[in-house]
């Protein structure tokens, strides 16, 4: 996951992932 370039591009996204919020692609910013 943390190879996925949308992870990568989206900045605050890997942050909050990390805490335990939802996938990226799962819940929109």
Do not use: D, Q
């Amino acid at each position: 996951r943390f190879g996925n370039p949308m992870t990568v591009r989206l900045k605050g996204t890997v942050e909050p992932y990390l805490r335990g919020a939802p996938e990226p692609g799962e819940a929109s910013p």
